[in-house]
């Protein structure tokens, strides 16, 4: 490879830098063990299964912080309401 690599004309080295810039722009080739195999007739297809992904439990309150604010304030106006009507039954005697 040393002979070789001296050897080489300077147009050989244009053409391989060449090459090299063309092949950053392209996916690199992978040579595999495997030898791809493609049906000459019918379907191509992948099968691809759908797994489940668990993630985890969100804790939901049972009643929301505005919920518990509306029923407080029912709460008191009914009390006021109360404390009203007491109020007038107790001038009214």
Known sequence: MVVRAACRSEKQSEE??????????TMPEVKSI?????PKT??????DVPTMVLCK?????????????LEKMQMEAQE????QELAMKEQLQ
Not at 34 to 38: S, T
Not at 42 to 47: F, H
Not at 80 to 83: I, R
């Open 42 to 47: 019918g379907q191509l297809s992948m099968e």
């Open 80 to 83: 006021a309401v109360k404390q």
């Open 16 to 25: 391989e830098d060449a090459n090299a810039s063309n092949q950053e722009d």
């Open 34 to 38: 495997f030898r791809e195999v493609l």
């Open 57 to 69: 439990p969100k804790l939901l309150p049972l009643k929301s912080v505005t919920l518990e604010k």
